[in-house]
């Protein structure tokens, strides 16, 4: 099934490791983002990209980096990690957003301790 | 700036109820609307959307109709299941101002239907 491709599903990871979390998609969409999921905040953007080899801060970008070397892939990356990033964590693409919104994938959940 | 504000939950209801969940939004351009279902542990899952004023949006027994002048995109249906208990997000795209157009997310309703 076309669609987005999210690894780890969850994730208990040490204060000051680093991590990187997975995204792929198949869809051949232009543009993609990180958005991350908290209890009465909604979803907040973190990084996007409007095409390969493009990126853009989001509205809490502080603490991760993204990059897009390809059309499929989307990795966001966690340098050092601190028990605010506990989250979930969506990724997800577009294609004319305008007409069909936003595909996303089933999150990774992530416990920073 | 372009924003979305949705009614606080959560909304519990019993099955067969019917269902509105209040959506209003502030943008510039000509946004298209969209709602997004968020079942337990699951991703987000686009329910319906609506491109122009007038257009009613529909899918699964849900309606929204887009009304520009009162700014408003209400999530509507006639009689909900236990299944339909989920977090539903109203969002918005303003099409056609310039720069990169992100979708802006309210903060999201729980319903809770009961049997």
């Given at each position: 099934t076309a669609g987005i491709t999210q690894a780890p599903t969850s994730q208990i990871l040490a204060a000051g490791r680093s991590m990187t979390l997975r995204c792929t998609q198949?869809?051949?969409?232009n543009a993609m983002y990180w958005y991350r999921q908290d209890l009465g905040l909604g979803l907040r953007l973190i990084h996007y990209s409007n095409t390969a080899g493009t990126t853009g801060k989001g509205e809490v970008p502080d603490g991760y980096s993204v990059s897009r070397a390809n059309t499929d892939d989307f990795p966001l990356t966690l340098a050092s990690a601190v028990p605010s990033q506990t989250s979930v964590y969506f990724c997800a693409s577009s294609d004319r957003p305008g007409n069909y919104g936003y595909t996303f994938g089933s999150g990774t959940r992530l416990t920073v301790v | 700036g372009n924003s979305v504000t949705q009614m606080e939950g959560p909304v519990t209801l019993s099955e067969e109820a019917f269902l509105t969940i209040n959506c209003t939004y502030t943008a510039t351009g000509y946004p298209s609307l969209f709602w997004y279902v968020q079942y337990p542990g699951e991703g987000l899952q686009l329910l319906l959307k609506a491109t122009k004023a007038d257009d009613k949006g529909s899918n699964k027994g849900f309606e929204a109709t887009y009304r520009k002048e009162t700014t408003s995109f209400h999530l509507e249906k006639g009689s909900v299941q236990v299944s339909d208990s989920a977090v539903y997000f109203c969002a918005l795209i303003a099409v056609g101002t310039p720069g990169f157009q992100k979708l802006v997310f309210g903060t999201g309703t729980r319903l809770l239907v009961s049997p």
């Open positions: 198949d869809m051949r969409h | -």
